[in-house]
Every structure is written in structure tokens, then in C-alpha cells.
Nanobody, 125 residues
Framework: QVQLVESGGGLVQAGGSLRLSCAVS????????VGWFRQAPGKEREFVAG????????YYADSVKGRFTISRDNAKNTVYLQMNNLKPEDTAVYYC??????????????????WGQGTQVTVSS
């Protein structure tokens, strides 16, 4: 069993920054791919960023490319999402998710086996 706990959400003005953390416990963290997703009210959950098991590969949604950075520290069993130049349209509940394996970065919600409870990010204009 794998547990994920997100933290770092909050209220920030447009143009500001936040760093989300996803602490992972359970099985061998380094053997999991991790993704960040978000869900705004009335919308489907969408992929934001993903990182390979080693951290050597990353992938971003076009909407956040150049503003968000995903990273991981396998020694601390933690994945981070640095969010800069935040916009009101980034407002959503952000979730981290884990999928076992060392293959390609996954972008579909259905591909992930484990999910955190989510953390709210609100960007005011």
C-alpha cells in the first residue's frame, strides 16, 4: 500500500508562487512514477506535470509549461511542484498520484493507482 499526502496549497495573488509537496510512504518510492493533477469546480481532473522514477524525465501540460517545475527527492520520498507566475485559472484542488514502474511518464488519470487527498490552490486576480 502506498500513501500520498499533499501540502503547500493556499491563497496567493496572481503572479505569485507556491510550492506543493507530496510525501509518499509505503512501498519503494523510487520505483514509482509520480504525477500532479488538478481539478477545478465543475471540470474534469486534468494532468499538470509528471516525473519519471529517477527524476531524469519530466512532462508538462501546455498550460503550465515554463511556469511550473516538478522535481523529486527519492531520499526524502517527496515530490515537489514549484508553481511560479500563478494565474487565476490555476485555481483548483491539486492532487499527486503514483503509478508503479519505470516506464514512460503517464498522463491519464486512469493510469495512476494511488492518490493523495488533494490541496487547495486559490489564485486571486
Amino acid at each position: 500500500q502506498v500513501q500520498l499526502v499533499e501540502s503547500g496549497g493556499g491563497l496567493v495573488q496572481a503572479g505569485g508562487s507556491l510550492r506543493l509537496s507530496c510525501a509518499v510512504s509505503g512501498r519503494t518510492f523510487s520505483m514509482y512514477r509520480v504525477g500532479w493533477f488538478r481539478q477545478a469546480p465543475g471540470k474534469e481532473r486534468e494532468f499538470v506535470a509528471g516525473i519519471s522514477w529517477s527524476g531524469g524525465s519530466t512532462y508538462y501540460a501546455d498550460s503550465v509549461k515554463g511556469r511550473f517545475t516538478i522535481s523529486r527527492d527519492n531520499a526524502k520520498n517527496t515530490v515537489y511542484l514549484q508553481m511560479n507566475n500563478l494565474k487565476p485559472e490555476d485555481t483548483a484542488v491539486y492532487y499527486c498520484a503514483a503509478a508503479p514502474g519505470v516506464g514512460v511518464i503517464l498522463r491519464r488519470v486512469e493510469s495512476y493507482d494511488y492518490w493523495g487527498q488533494g490541496t487547495q490552490v486559490t489564485v486571486s486576480s
